[in-house]
């Protein structure tokens, strides 16, 4: 049965920064260049836009925070964007958020997509909640324009992220600070904002190399991976890693710790391109990963996967499971022809149980 496209798609995006907000930006960037309208909404406001919640016409997709709209949605993908940690929230946090994820197995009008294997096969093997599919985050496409800038001399450790002590920056920056003193002209951004920042900086002891510039937009981010001879994060829990991707992109080697998501990205780059340092990020474990990195050389590597338009056809490949319900059909009349959209190419890689 020919798949009917959606005839509008409501995101609901996270924070004003973040991993949420590139995620929900990158969809947005695919719908549109495919011809269907999208709009990006807070979480909370879901159950104001009750209509299009009830619409089978519209494709929601919501982000792990309103996952507790499934039981009330028609034609919805529920994101699984990590798995929740319990030093960080609550018991009772955790446990909404995993029966939200059974209320989305459970819900015929939903189904439940992770971000990358790694969190499939916890949310499977833990709590034994059905993922449906694993797509990966969309790359924006900023980070797929070609460099037409002069070549400009890569000096630089960075850091982009949020400070706060899950993304153990402050256990990073002693390796970082052994390392820069072993090599004149190298210099650190690290930057971001976030309950850490006065930390941080006094653990920088005033050092002149090493720099806290805030948060940067797109823009500024994409600028300063161009400078960037080693993106490092200490995060390993990681549920993708959308940072990794961009720093890859742009041509910087990447220091990271050899569990979570990120290891997915480009598994044949390892030892290369991504260098791996210990889960208990030891010291000179993170130092020795540092130092291979920074004898990497430079590498150009398409991640032509990654971009938006290409997620968006993996999305809409999941979405067509609701063409086949009668009752999920909108009359012909209703429904927009899409003509820029090409059969789905990308790989819905389902997981099994």
């Not at 985050?137 to 002069?150: H, K, Q």
């Not at 998501?261 to 290369?272: D, F, K």
């Not at 338009?309 to 809409?316: D, G, T």
Request: hydrophobic share 45%; proline share 6%.
């Amino acid at each position: 049965m020919k798949h009917d496209y959606p005839l509008k798609v409501l995101i609901t995006g996270g924070r004003e920064v973040g991993g949420l907000r590139s995620f929900a930006e990158g969809l947005r960037m695919g719908f549109t260049e495919v011809g269907i309208p999208v709009e990006i909404i807070p979480p909370m406001r879901i159950f104001l836009r009750w209509r299009e919640l009830r619409d089978p016409r519209v494709l929601k997709i919501l982000s792990t925070t309103a996952v507790f709209a499934a039981p009330f949605a028609r034609r919805a993908i529920c994101m699984a964007h990590s798995v929740s940690r319990t030093y960080l929230q609550s018991f009772w946090k955790i446990l909404a958020v995993i029966i939200t994820f059974k209320l989305a197995n459970l819900s015929r009008g939903a189904q439940l997509i992770a971000v990358s294997d790694y969190i499939a096969a916890h949310l499977q093997s833990i709590f034994n909640v059905r993922i449906d599919a694993v797509i990966h985050n969309p790359l924006r496409s900023l980070f797929l324009e070609s460099d037409g800038t002069s070549v400009v001399k890569r000096n630089y450790i960075t850091y982009v992220g949020r400070f706060d002590p899950v993304k153990n920056v402050h256990r990073l920056l002693p390796a970082i600070r052994d390392v820069l003193n072993e090599n004149p002209g190298l210099r650190v951004c690290i930057a971001g904002d976030g309950p850490q920042r006065e930390e941080l900086k006094h653990m920088a002891g005033g050092d002149e190399r090493i720099e806290f510039p805030g948060a940067l937009d797109s823009a500024q981010v994409r600028a300063q991976l161009r400078r960037t001879r080693v993106f490092i994060s200490g995060t390993p829990t990681e549920a993708l890693g959308i940072s990794y991707i961009e720093a890859l992109s742009q041509g910087c080697a990447v220091a990271m710790p050899a569990s979570g998501g990120g290891l997915e990205i480009a598994p044949q780059m390892i030892g290369n391109g991504i260098h791996l340092f210990s889960v208990s990020l030891a010291r000179e474990s993170v130092a020795s990963a540092l130092r291979m990195a920074l004898a990497a050389a430079p590498r150009n590597v398409s991640f032509a996967a990654y971009a938006p338009r290409v997620v968006v056809e993996a999305n809409l490949a999941a979405d067509a499971r609701f063409s086949a319900w009668g009752k999920f059909q909108a009359k012909p009349a209703e429904l927009s022809p899409h003509k820029n959209i090409k059969p789905a190419k990308a790989t819905v890689r389902g997981v099994s149980p």
